[in-house]
C-alpha cells in the first residue's frame, strides 16, 4: 500500500476519511477493512510526514543499501568457507630429537704421573772402625796396689807369648792391659809372667772391674801386687 493510498483511505460505510493505520471509523465505529501497512510502509509514511521533500524514496534507499552490504558480506563468508584450508607445511629433512641434557659427574683430576721407580742400592755403611788397640801398660815401679789377673804364662815360653795374649785382650775390649814379670813381685808365683789389667787402689776397686773382665777372660781375678 503506497503513501498516498494510506492518505486517501476512507471508511466503506461513512465515507469518513481515516488517518493512516486507523484500525476503527471515528464516525461509526467500524473495523477497518484495509491491510496494515508493512514496517518498511510506516517507516516511509513517518518520514514523509516528519519531511514531505523525502517523497518516499529515502527508505527504500537505505534498505535497499543495507540488503546489499549483508549480501556482500554473507557472499565474502561462503566463499571463504568454500576455500579448501591450507595445508600445514611441513619440515622435511633429517629428524632432530631434543632430549634433555643428562647431569654428568664431574671428571676426576687427572692423576699427576707417578714417579718413574728408581732403584736405589741399599746404601752400604761401613762397619765402625774398630777403636784402636790401646797400648800396653806398665805397672808403676814401686807401686802397691790391686790388680785383676787375667792369666799366666810361664816364662818358658818366652814374653812374647805373654805379650801376644795382652794384645788379644786389649782387642776384645779391654783396655789398660800389660804384662808383669812374676819373679819381681813379691806377691806372685815366680817363673811367670803375668797378663794383668787394671791398676787400683783397692781391692773392691778391682772387684769393681771384675765382671767386664770376665766377659773377656772367664778366669780373671783380683790380686793384690806387692813390690
Do not use: N
Request: aromatic residues 6%.
Amino acid at each position: 500500500m503506497s503513501t498516498a493510498e494510506l492518505q486517501q483511505t476512507r471508511c466503506p460505510r461513512c465515507s469518513t476519511a481515516v488517518e493512516p493505520l486507523q484500525e476503527y471509523c471515528l464516525e461509526c465505529g467500524l473495523r477497518l477493512p484495509q491491510a496494515q501497512p508493512t514496517a518498511l510502509e510506516r517507516a516511509s509514511f513517518g518520514i514523509d510526514e516528519r519531511h514531505p521533500w523525502s517523497a518516499g524514496w529515502l527508505v527504500p534507499a537505505l534498505l535497499g543499501l543495507v540488503v546489499t552490504i549483508l549480501g556482500t558480506g554473507a557472499a565474502i563468508a561462503i566463499s571463504d568457507e568454500a576455500k579448501p584450508e591450507a595445508a600445514p607445511s611441513t619440515a622435511t629433512g633429517g629428524s632432530l630429537t631434543v632430549t634433555e641434557p643428562q647431569a654428568t659427574a664431574p671428571e676426576p683430576p687427572a692423576a699427576a704421573p707417578a714417579a718413574q721407580a728408581t732403584t736405589t742400592p741399599p746404601a752400604t755403611t761401613a762397619p765402625p772402625a774398630r777403636p784402636a788397640v790401646p797400648r800396653a801398660i806398665s805397672w808403676p815401679p814401686g807401686k802397691r796396689g790391686w790388680t785383676i789377673v787375667l792369666l799366666s804364662v810361664p816364662q818358658g815360653q818366652g814374653r812374647a807369648a805373654a805379650v801376644r795374649r795382652a794384645d788379644e785382650a786389649r782387642r776384645g775390649g779391654l783396655r789398660r792391659v800389660g804384662v808383669l814379670d812374676a819373679s819381681r813381685f813379691a806377691s806372685l808365683h815366680p817363673d811367670y809372667y803375668v797378663v794383668f789389667h787394671g791398676i787400683f787402689d783397692s781391692e773392691a776397686e778391682a772387684t769393681s772391674a771384675l765382671q767386664r773382665a770376665r766377659g773377656v777372660v772367664g778366669g780373671a781375678y783380683p790380686r793384690e801386687i806387692v813390690p
